[in-house]
């Protein structure tokens, strides 16, 4: 996890966030377009300076902790891309975890600059950062470092000409799978997990998928891959499928669209967002927040399962056999069954007394 402080009144700061502060002048009475931005205040604080901020959080724990700030000067949003088309004089974009997505991200600062208009680049020294001037497209001027502190760099360039249009099929890897249940086509947007191919876990869950019946989830269902296999052999199930990340979303979508599925697709951080029980849940859970590895996201997913499954639900999850979650399932749970497992991954399943 990133270090954080607090900003005079504000809430904490990460190290990120504290470069641009340190950097603020540079957006004196600028309207302000913030991307890709991350679990604090910063775009509120910016507004000592700004005329206007407007904040995209690509990732909805980021949305939920800010959009209680909003004013008539802070607009919040959620999603891949604004619903707008507001042209900004600053875009500042956090240089994303996951590399690829960040041409992706250059390409959206530069649709909503201002001719002229100047980009911010600031992420972890740690975080691929450093290969900033390399990545960023003709359409900016060439990067210039403009900060190096708290293990982070702050990089600055303009739009110096028009960029492409965004359309999703050129951010978009399309595949074909082969899987116990037939042929399914996944489409995958840039940084979404999967992106190249089948991941061994999915691949072991999937050689093993359960039959399920009425409402089930999927949980951080990245591009659609477990959901579409389970459409494919179960078509009349209820499926609904959360993740916390917009771009696997809108993979989840365009996957789902692609083999002519159905399913409710919407945003959840963990099981927050989600209501009711399910007569199944089904999950490849994460186990990396970020940068950093974790096993807390699964262990609440496992817990607040526990509370969420019918009876007589069914509930199965596949997980490196190495991440110590035998013990809180055990503990929720009460027993559990490994129906399959190999040198790297387990499955662990459990029916509803
Ligand atoms: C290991 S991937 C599995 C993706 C997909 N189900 C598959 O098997 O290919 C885990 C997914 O969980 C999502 N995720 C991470 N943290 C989450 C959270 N707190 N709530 C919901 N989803 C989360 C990630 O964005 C990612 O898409």
């Not at 502060?21 to 931005?37: A, F, G, M």
Request: proline share 5%.
């Amino acid at each position: 996890m990133p270090a954080l402080i607090f900003y005079g009144s504000h809430a904490v700061l990460t190290n990120p966030s504290q470069v641009i502060i340190r950097n603020q002048e540079t957006l004196s009475q600028h309207k302000v377009l913030v991307l890709n931005h991350e679990a604090d205040s910063l775009p509120k604080a910016l507004l000592d300076v700004a005329q206007s901020v407007d904040a995209l959080a690509l990732d909805y724990h980021h949305y939920l902790h800010l959009a209680p700030q909003a004013n008539a000067k802070l607009r919040c949003y959620f999603g891949h891309q604004l619903p707008h088309q507001d042209k900004y004089d600053t875009v500042i974009v956090y240089f994303p975890k996951a590399k690829p997505l960040a041409p992706y991200l250059f390409n959206l600062a530069a649709q909503h600059l201002v001719a002229d208009g100047q980009l911010l680049v600031v992420g972890e020294n740690k975080g691929g950062v450093k290969s900033l001037v390399k990545l960023l497209p003709k359409y900016f001027a060439t990067g210039i470092k403009l900060d190096n502190a708290r293990h982070c760099l702050l990089f600055g360039s303009s739009l110096i000409d028009t960029a492409p249009e965004i359309k999703l099929s050129d951010w978009t890897s399309q595949y074909q799978l082969a899987t116990p249940q037939g042929n399914i086509t996944i489409c995958n947007l840039v940084g979404v997990f999967s992106e190249k191919h089948l991941d061994q876990g999915t691949e072991l869950l999937l050689s093993h998928l359960p039959t399920l019946s009425g409402r089930v989830l999927d949980f951080g269902c990245g591009a659609g891959v477990i959901a579409a296999a389970l459409l494919k052999a179960q078509p009349t199930l209820s499926l609904e499928c959360i993740d916390i990340n917009a771009m696997a979303l809108a993979s989840c979508e365009l996957t789902l669209a692609a083999n002519g599925m159905t399913a409710k697709v919407y945003p959840s951080d963990g099981l927050a967002q989600t209501s009711g029980k399910f007569d199944g849940i089904i999950s490849n859970p994460p186990f990396h927040d970020g940068l950093a590895s974790t096993t807390s996201i699964a262990q609440s997913f496992v817990a607040d399962s526990a509370k969420q499954l019918q009876s007589k639900g069914i509930w199965q999850i596949v997980a490196n056999r190495h991440l110590p979650y035998s013990d809180t399932i055990a503990a929720e749970f009460g027993q559990l069954t490994v129906p399959a497992e190999n040198n790297k991954y387990k499955l662990y399943y459990f029916q509803q007394a």
